[in-house]
């Protein structure tokens, strides 16, 4: 004869998947790890096509250490809640949309001498 398996006394579904919970509570942390990596994962900045063929025409070499630099500004940037910003040196400036991380353009420092910077809201000298 086959027997009825009766579910367990006094404990109702809810419960059960509370209890389930418990059992790994490092579950919820996962998702949240992911994401931390993701984010780490993805570059802080990136140039814009158009940003790419100015630096190329002008000869403004992209580095690791101007990424540094370009990220390090965006960031006190967005500290002061600026959107757009010139960001500079003696040498050579970036326009960057700071909400996206997106270097919008590029230019020398011939090329700074006979420009107006319109449309940014902040101006950041590179480190």
């Known amino acids: 004869m086959a027997e009825r398996i009766s579910p367990i006394q ?4 809810a419960e059960r998947v509370q209890q389930a919970g418990r059992i790994n509570p490092a579950a919820g942390q996962f998702g949240a790890l992911l994401r931390r990596e993701i984010k780490e994962a993805e570059p802080a900045i990136s140039f814009s096509k158009h940003a790419q063929s ?9 580095d690791d250490t ?3 630099q370009l990220a390090d ?4 940037a967005q500290a002061k809640g600026a959107t757009n910003i010139l960001a500079f040196d ?4 970036f326009i ?3 909400p996206h991380g997106r270097v919008i353009t590029t230019m020398s420092q011939e090329e700074m001498e006979e420009n107006i910077f319109t ?3 902040g101006a950041v000298l590179l480190k």
């Open 10 to 13: 006094g404990v109702s579904p």
């Open 73 to 76: 500004s965006v960031e006190r």
């Open 66 to 68: 101007l990424m540094g």
């Open 90 to 93: 003696a040498t050579r400036a």
């Open 96 to 98: 960057i949309n700071v």
């Open 54 to 62: 100015r630096a190329a025409e002008r000869g403004i070499q992209v």
């Open 119 to 121: 449309n940014i809201d």
